[in-house]
C-alpha cells in the first residue's frame, strides 16, 4: 500500500546530540512537510519542501534543519537538541501545493523524541 | 489572520449515544476545513473536509460536519458512538486558495464508555 512511513518509531537523545529522524513516501508526492506535536498540543507546521524548494515558516528556530535528497526520502535533523524540543514529529505529504479536491495531506504516523 | 476554536477539550459520550464536537473558525477568505483524527501513538487521519462545495460533508466512519457560514461553525457529529471512536480530534482550516497551511485546533478527546 502507498503510504508515508516514519523511522524510527521512538528516538532517544541525550541534551545537545544530535539526531536525524527519516520520513519516506510511496506515494510520489511533490510536498514533504514536517510538524512538531508536543503533548496534549496541536501540530504546528515547522517547514515544507516543494519537490527541491524548500520554506521554512518564520518561527521555526535554527536548530531546525531539513534534507530532502531525493522525492521520496526527507530527513529533519536537530543540531542540538533541548529538552523543549521532546515532542512527536509528524511528516506528511500531499501532491501539491493547493486544494485540489483530492490534494488532502498525508500523514505518518510520527517519530516520538525524547530528550535526556 | 485564520485560526479555529474547538469549543471542548474534552467530550465523553456512551456508546451507541450521539457525539457532537465543536468548532468555530475565523476567517478573512473562503476557508477550507477540515477534520482530522489521531488516535494514540499514530499518525492523523483525514475524517472530511469541505473546500466550498456541499454544506454538509459527509466523511470516513459515519462522521459528518455542517459548513455554517452565519455561525462560522464546522461542528463534527455522528449519529451512534462507538468504542473504536475514543481518539482526539482536530478541527483545521487553511486559505480558500494557494499553498494549504493547515492551522490546527487545540483539539478534542473523545472518550467512549461501555
Known amino acids: 500500500d502507498a503510504m508515508v512511513i516514519q523511522n524510527p518509531r521512538y528516538q532517544v537523545t541525550q541534551f545537545g546530540k544530535p539526531v536525524t529522524l527519516s520520513c519516506s513516501q510511496t506515494l510520489n508526492h511533490n510536498v514533504m512537510y514536517w510538524y512538531q506535536q508536543k503533548s496534549s498540543q496541536a501540530p504546528k507546521l515547522l517547514f515544507h519542501?516543494?519537490?527541491?524548494?524548500?520554506?521554512n515558516e518564520a518561527d521555526t528556530p535554527d536548530n531546525f534543519q531539513s534534507r530532502r535528497p531525493n522525492t521520496s526520502f526527507c530527513f529533519l535533523d536537530i543540531r542540538s537538541p533541548g529538552l523543549g524540543d521532546a515532542a512527536m514529529y509528524l511528516c506528511a505529504t500531499s501532491r501539491d501545493l493547493g486544494l485540489a479536491e483530492h490534494n488532502e495531506q498525508f500523514f505518518g504516523p510520527g517519530t516520538r523524541l525524547t530528550v535526556l | 489572520a485564520q485560526s479555529v476554536t474547538q469549543l471542548d477539550s474534552h467530550v465523553s459520550v456512551s456508546e451507541g449515544t450521539p457525539v457532537l464536537l465543536r468548532c468555530n473558525y475565523s476567517s478573512s477568505y473562503s476557508p477550507s476545513l477540515f477534520w482530522y483524527v489521531q488516535h494514540p501513538n499514530k499518525g492523523l487521519q483525514l475524517l472530511l473536509k469541505y473546500t466550498s462545495a456541499a454544506t454538509l460533508v459527509k466523511g470516513i466512519n459515519g462522521f459528518e460536519a455542517e459548513f455554517k457560514k452565519s455561525e462560522t461553525s464546522f461542528h463534527l457529529t455522528k449519529p451512534s458512538a462507538h468504542m473504536s471512536d475514543a481518539a482526539e480530534y482536530f478541527c483545521v482550516v487553511t486559505l480558500g486558495t494557494g499553498f494549504q497551511k493547515l492551522v490546527f485546533g487545540t483539539g478534542t478527546r473523545l472518550l467512549v464508555s461501555p
Open positions: 519542501y516543494y519537490d527541491k524548494d524548500f520554506n
